[in-house]
């Protein structure tokens, strides 16, 4: 199969601050061969090679990476390090409990994992874990956790602590939010610096990165063929972790669409941020289906990001995914309304990238369709910054045929709803958009959205957190 080119994307803040780890590996050239050949150097394809050589060290990991390892996803996130108990009731809707608090635990394990795996490494991934905060920025939004917590109740587990409003309101400095729940378990990374010492100990496990390396053709079989700009490379498994350019295949297409997030960041003001008094660290978000996700940094500065959910014809990633002005204006827009004591505070950083998102905002992985040895672990939908770290235990018991817990997990070969092809999926996709998008509008105003808008609204894929 052939897949269209794509341009890496521009760098974000988080890579922008690292220069000295941006030295690229060297890119592949020549005839290569691999045991496991991954396409994807951000966190699961990362943790994919790591979780490989940590069962057999022997085993020969090649990573084919099109920009930096980083450079997509993986680099442009809020930095959230979340579990899936806000996903509690979509795990149940296709797994038994059993498996649904399986999935669950391990997913809240995978965040304490995360900060062990830093400290053993001595990486400067300023890791805090002080968090994260589930709100209500409007009265319609109240208590629209509540099933969620109800469901966690019903299965034994309480993850969930309910704040009142004057709390909620007094730690994240801002009175605009009305009401809260606060997960304990969360934490918080600066993921490019996350991204790039995950890059390196991969590289000192013997993981062979090749940066600068777009596959550019899959030519599947016994041993599988992967074509790049200057040479090839064979290997008896690969693992697809391209996050949303595995839309560039039409069978991984039908499954997510690209949709786009920004973040906005400001000059640093840690005075006014101990003023105001945020300073926990904790991260938030509120209840918005276009979400809007914030943390403050080391350094003081605020990150605001907003699941603005713009979509590309053909889901292309171009520029919607890159510097998305009208993406960006959204985001400040709502960073202003949140925090509307800081109207003079500079923005000095802002950008875009791709989310990979399925209908219900949780990942899917298989074995492409006449392969027995091609894989894939897709649908991250903007939080995958911990639970990567399980989706490279199923990758890897995939590539290796392991048979266990993690091959054979509810998550494995799944059915999900499927997305339309085009040119349904575009302009569908931008007419439920922009109904959010004036959905949500009334809704801060305390207005009631238009039925229509309503109706356009409840079509769109699952957010980052269930509701009620």
């Not at 968090?131 to 629209?144: C, E, V």
């Not at 602590?161 to 729940?181: D, P």
């Amino acid at each position: 199969m052939r897949l269209a080119s794509s341009r890496p994307l521009t760098r974000s803040h988080w890579l922008q601050s690292l220069p000295e780890n941006l030295q690229p590996a060297r890119s592949l050239e020549g005839n290569h061969s691999a045991d496991v050949a991954i396409v994807g150097g951000g966190f699961v394809g990362l943790w994919t090679a790591l979780t490989i050589k940590e069962r057999d060290p022997g085993i020969d990991v090649a990573v084919l990476e099109q920009d930096i390892c980083g450079g997509g996803a993986s680099g442009r996130n809020g930095g959230f390090v979340m579990s899936w108990w806000p996903k509690i009731g979509s795990l149940l809707s296709f797994c038994s409990e059993e498996q649904a608090l399986f999935l669950a635990n391990a997913a809240e394990h995978a965040i304490t994992e995360l900060g062990e795996f830093c400290n053993q490494h001595g990486l400067e991934e300023h890791y805090v874990r002080k968090g994260w905060l589930w709100t209500a920025t409007t009265p319609a939004h109240i208590d629209s956790w509540n099933g969620t917590l109800e469901t966690c109740a019903r299965l034994g587990a309480q993850p969930f602590e309910r704040l009142s409003r004057e709390v909620v309101a007094q730690i994240t400095g801002s009175a605009i939010h009305l009401a809260g729940v606060y997960e304990r378990s969360n934490a918080i990374v600066q993921p490019g610096a996350l991204v790039r010492g995950m890059r390196q100990v991969a590289i000192n496990a013997g993981v062979r990165v090749f940066e600068q390396t777009p596959v550019t053709a899959i030519e599947p079989g016994k041993t599988v063929r992967l074509t790049t700009g200057a040479g090839q490379i064979i290997a008896g498994s690969v693992v697809l972790a391209s996050n949303a350019w595995a839309a560039a295949i039409p069978e991984l297409a039908r499954l997510i669409v690209p949709v786009n997030s920004s973040i906005v960041v400001t000059e640093p003001i840690p005075v006014q941020l101990e003023q105001m008094g945020w300073s926990g660290r904790q991260s938030i978000t509120d209840s918005q289906l276009m979400v809007n996700y914030y943390r403050t940094t080391n350094d003081g500065r605020i990150a605001f990001g907003k699941g603005t959910g713009a979509l590309a014809y053909g889901s292309r990633i171009n520029e919607t995914f890159s510097l998305h002005k009208d993406s960006i204006e959204l985001t400040e827009n709502d960073f202003r309304r949140t925090y509307p004591s800081l109207a003079s505070t500079r923005i000095t950083g802002a950008w875009s990238g791709p989310i990979d998102r399925t209908y219900d905002s949780l990942p899917v992985f298989g074995t492409l369709n006449g392969s027995e040895n091609i894989h894939y672990g897709i649908g991250w939908s903007g939080n995958g910054v911990g639970p990567s770290r399980l989706g490279g235990r199923i990758l890897a018991s995939l590539a290796l045929s392991t048979r266990d817990e993690w091959s054979t997990c509810p998550l494995v070969g799944r059915r999900c709803k499927t997305f339309p092809p085009e040119p349904f999926r575009y302009f569908g996709g931008s007419l439920v958009r922009n109904a959010v998008i004036r959905k949500e509008r009334a809704e801060l105003k305390g207005a009631l959205p238009s039925a229509i808008d309503r109706v356009l609204a409840g079509l769109a894929p699952a957010g980052l957190e269930d509701k009620a």
